[in-house]
């Protein structure tokens, strides 16, 4: 099935921002935002919860704090 969006100019870029950093195309980024959504929805709670978890775990890649990863930052934390 072929769905024609019209997008708000910022919309797209944040979008696109998110689908390159996932190492995605806008097109491919925007399916799996769908897929998840719809798999959400269809799961019980603790299908979401887990898909929130992947999702987040998506997010930190990469994520750094004073030129410290997440991975780090906890790993001080712990000391």
Do not use: C, F, W
Request: net charge negative.
């Amino acid at each position: 099935m072929t769905v024609k969006l019209e997008l708000a100019p910022d919309i797209e870029a944040g979008l696109l921002t998110k689908a390159q950093a996932n190492g995605l195309s806008l097109e491919a980024y925007v399916e799996q935002v769908l897929r998840e959504q719809v798999r959400a929805e269809s799961s019980p709670a603790l299908m979401r919860s887990q898909l929130a978890g992947q999702r987040i775990r998506e997010l930190h890649k990469g994520v750094t704090l004073g030129g410290a990863s997440t991975k780090e930052l906890i790993e001080e934390g712990r000391e």
